[in-house]
């Protein structure tokens, strides 16, 4: 049976707690590019909207955590992804559980997306 989840907490549950800690780091970071930011779960994971447009999810997994900007902004940090040899493919990123997370990069990367969302409405 798929699981349906209310909200982050509940998706957070499925997950040890040092995985979690992990999560919000991410969702602190993404919180603090624009306190309008509003959360909710998309596609069974974790999500964010800025100005009512999906900004980013991202998900847990056995090795990694999947974080998915959307194609353009995957395509905008692809050498940064092939510098740090981070796994990606057309529209997700993968941050391996073993390493810490990239804190700058998950931030430029908001603010990336934020930024095509703020010209795609203009």
Same mark, same amino acid.
């Given at each position: ?10 998706? @957070?549950? *499925? ?12 969702? %602190?970071?993404?919180? *603090? ?17 800025? %100005?009512?447009?999906?900004?980013? @999810?991202?998900?847990?997994? %056995? ?8 194609? !353009? ?27 810490? *997370?990239?804190?700058? *990069? ?9 930024? !095509? ?6």
């Amino acid at each position: 049976m798929k699981n349906i989840f209310k909200n982050i907490e509940e998706y @957070y549950l *499925l997950f040890p707690e040092d995985i979690q800690e992990k999560f919000e780091i991410i969702r %602190k970071i993404i919180h *603090l590019q624009d306190p309008e930011i509003e959360e909710y779960i998309g596609y069974q994971m974790p999500a964010f909207r800025y %100005k009512k447009k999906p900004l980013i @999810y991202f998900a847990g997994y %056995k090795k990694h955590i999947g974080f998915y900007p959307g194609a !353009e902004g995957i395509k905008e940090f692809q050498n940064d992804f092939n510098e740090r040899k981070y796994k990606f493919s057309k529209g997700a990123v993968q941050f391996p559980l073993t390493e810490n *997370l990239p804190l700058d *990069l998950i931030e430029k990367i908001t603010q990336f997306r934020m930024m !095509e969302i703020d010209q795609k409405k203009s």
